[in-house]
C-alpha cells in the first residue's frame, strides 16, 4: 500500500512564497505528481516529478527526493487566486501505475 | 491537453432511483479510465478502474454491484449508481489515461455533483 501525508491547511500573504510538503512511502514508486482543486471542481494538473530534482514552471516549481520519500510545491509571488486544495499523488508501478492522492492542503492567501 | 468530459455536472435524484453518470475521452482513445469520489474537504478516493472490454477492478470496500461501471469503447466509461442513498451523495470525478500522453498523464472531467433526497 501506500501512505501519502501533506498538511491538511496552511495560509499565506498575497505576494509571499508558500512551500506545501509531501512525504510519501510506496514500494513502486514512479512518478510523483500535484494538482491544483479549486472548490467544486476537478483537480488540474500542476507538475509531475520522476527524478530527483528541481521542476520549475512559471510561479509553481516541484521538487522530488526519492531517497527520502519527500517531495514539495513551491508557489512564488501568491496570488488571490491560489487559493485552492493542492493535491500530491504517487503513482504506483507495482499496481499498473495507479495514483494514490494525498488528503490535500487547503491553501488560503490573504491580501 | 486532452480533454475529458463528464455528463451531467449535477444531479438530484430521489433515494431508491439509480443515476447514470458519463465519462468521455474527447480527443484521445483510453484504455483505462478511473473513477473517484470525493467527499466535502476531503480527498480524492480512487473507486474502481475500469479497462475497455473488460470488467472493471473495485477498490476494497467499493460495493461492485451497487457501483455499476462499463467501459464499453475507448472513448466512453459510466457508473451507474443503483438504489441511491443519502450517503451517496458526493463529488465523483472520473479521469483518463491517455497511453500515448508520455508521462502518462490522468486527465479529469469536470466532476459530477450528485444529491440524493
Known amino acids: 500500500g501506500q501512505n501519502i501525508d501533506q498538511p491538511t491547511e496552511m495560509t499565506a500573504t498575497e505576494g509571499a512564497i508558500v512551500q506545501i510538503n509531501c512525504t510519501y512511502q510506496t514500494s513502486g514508486f514512479n512518478g510523483l505528481f500535484w494538482y491544483q482543486q479549486h472548490a467544486g471542481e476537478a483537480p488540474t494538473f500542476l507538475s509531475y516529478n520522476v527524478l530527483d530534482g528541481l521542476e520549475e514552471k512559471g510561479r509553481f516549481s516541484s521538487f522530488l527526493s526519492r531517497s527520502k520519500g519527500y517531495s514539495y510545491l513551491l508557489l512564488k509571488e501568491l496570488q488571490m487566486k491560489d487559493s485552492a486544495s493542492y493535491l500530491c499523488?504517487?503513482?504506483?508501478?507495482?499496481?499498473?501505475?495507479?495514483?494514490?492522492f494525498g488528503g490535500g492542503t487547503r491553501l488560503m492567501v490573504k491580501p | 491537453g486532452a480533454v475529458v468530459s463528464q455528463h451531467p455536472s449535477r444531479v438530484i435524484c430521489k433515494s431508491g432511483t439509480s443515476v447514470k453518470i458519463e465519462c468521455r475521452s474527447l480527443d484521445f482513445q483510453a484504455t483505462t479510465m478511473f473513477w473517484y469520489r470525493q467527499f466535502p474537504k476531503q480527498s480524492l478516493m480512487l473507486m474502481a478502474t475500469?479497462?475497455?472490454?473488460?470488467?472493471?477492478?473495485?477498490e476494497q470496500g467499493v460495493e461492485k454491484d451497487k457501483f455499476l461501471i462499463n467501459h464499453a469503447s475507448l472513448t466512453l466509461s459510466t457508473l451507474t449508481v443503483t438504489s441511491a442513498h443519502p450517503e451517496d451523495s458526493s463529488f465523483y470525478i472520473c479521469?483518463?489515461?491517455?497511453?500515448?500522453?508520455?508521462?502518462?498523464?490522468?486527465?479529469f472531467g469536470p466532476g459530477t455533483r450528485l444529491t440524493v433526497t
Open positions: 475500469s479497462n475497455e472490454g473488460s470488467k472493471a477492478t473495485y
Open positions: 479521469s483518463a489515461r491517455d497511453p500515448a500522453g508520455g508521462r502518462y498523464e490522468q486527465y
Open positions: 499523488a504517487v503513482r504506483d508501478g507495482n499496481a499498473g501505475n495507479m495514483l494514490t
